[in-house]
């Protein structure tokens, strides 16, 4: 038995180690969300190692180690300065566990009076001091929650000014890529014409090229201002048999050689905007034929249909697939493996759907099959 709580404590010890360092490691990169996992998970090794090296009560009182004491210091200094409030909560009891808490609600130690969000076990969000907080909890061990608050609006700036420099970085390598050769185009076209005899078809070879580059930068650029411009969505009632036979018509036009199979009842409706849903299961129709105009068998299908939660509005295609190592970049604006294509469509849709309180992914690889759902 000695042996067994010897080895637990060995491990809750190496386990205290190794979230210090993590939550080190998240509090130098901003990590918010990784740095209160840390911590809640510290809370739950100190409290299994006390419960597993403790003596019952009544038993003579245990000797800890001065290596003990450090690790209990250490761990009392991490969680105090952790910049994520912590608290401890008791029925309608709670207290500060850390600066940030104290600070937070100014008080040394319990709350007075604890907001009704935090005695609510079921709730997960709180408003407090004009700003908006997600609860993450955590039973520990003896009865009592530990109440993390995670600044919403904090994690909001750091995705906004990383999806910025995501897209910075995007157009930089876009515009460049399109005006460099623009820039050759150029210049070799003024060489050609300072030539003692001027080679009009070399001339014209140029300035077609050129013509073609810089229409690709032209759709770069009105595919990117479609994107950032994005209008709130206007709804109205739609029979969506009617929008798919619309689409039927354009894509048939359009890819004479693949068929398009229609599975949508007759008097189904829902409220949309029919000009941007039009754009995103266009751009979805668009993408499927492409993908299946390279095999034998071209077929896209189209169904919509109503469930318990919303539209749903499915388009596959009997194509190769997607990679799956390309699953997760496929949405991305402006990725695109087409060398003619934009890297639009898809984040567009994707736009078009989240504006519309939905979603759109991509659910099935081999055949390829988009849902896109609307609440």
């Known amino acids: 038995m000695g042996s067994r709580r010897r080895w637990v404590a060995i491990g809750a010890a190496l386990g205290l180690v190794a979230c210090g360092i993590a939550a080190t490691i998240a509090w130098q990169a901003g990590l918010w969300g990784l740095l209160t996992g840390a911590i809640l998970v510290s809370l739950w090794l100190a409290a299994l190692n006390y419960s597993t090296v403790v003596r019952p009560r009544g038993a003579a009182a245990p000797i800890v180690s001065a290596g003990a004491d450090a690790q209990a210091i250490v761990l009392r200094v991490l969680l105090d300065a952790a910049p994520t409030p912590l608290l401890g ?60 608050l995670i600044d919403i609006e904090q994690e909001e700036r750091v995705a906004e000014a990383r999806a910025t420099a995501d897209l910075i970085q995007v157009l930089g390598h876009e515009l460049l ?144 697939g997607v990679p799956p190592d390309a699953a997760t970049r496929i949405f991305r604006p402006f990725h695109t493996t087409k060398p003619d294509g934009t890297g639009i469509g898809l984040s567009l849709a994707r736009q078009i759907a989240l504006a519309h309180g939905g979603t759109l992914t991509l659910q099935s690889h081999a055949p390829t099959r988009f849902r896109l759902t609307l609440s």
Not at 102 to 118: C, G, K, N, W, Y
Not at 177 to 193: C, E, H, R
Not at 214 to 229: P, S
């Open 177 to 320: 890529n399109g005006l460099s050769p623009i820039v050759s185009l150029a210049d070799s076209g003024a060489a050609a014409i300072e030539r003692p005899v001027v080679d009009i078809d070399l001339l014209r070879e140029i300035l077609g090229t050129l013509s073609r580059r810089a229409e690709g930068l032209q759709r770069f650029t009105e595919g990117y201002r479609a994107l950032a411009r994005l209008p709130a969505p206007t709804r109205a009632l739609v029979r969506l048999r009617e929008m798919a036979d619309d689409l039927a018509r354009l894509f048939i036009g359009r890819w004479p050689a693949a068929s398009l199979s229609i599975e949508v009842a007759d008097d189904l409706c829902w409220p949309l905007d029919r000009d941007q849903l039009d754009q995103a299961i266009w751009a979805l129709l668009q993408n499927a034929a492409e993908a299946a105009d390279s095999d034998t068998d071209a077929r896209v299908t189209l169904r919509m249909y109503i469930t318990a939660t919303g539209l749903t509005i499915e388009i596959e295609d009997a194509g190769a």
């Open 89 to 148: 909560i008791e029925g309608t009891t709670g207290r500060a566990l850390n600066r940030a808490a104290r600070q937070l609600f100014a008080t040394d130690d319990h709350v007075l009076p604890l907001p009704t969000e935090l005695a609510d076990p079921c709730a997960t969000h709180l408003r407090h001091e004009g700003r908006s907080w997600r609860i993450d909890r955590v039973t520990v061990t003896g009865g009592g929650d530990v109440a993390a």
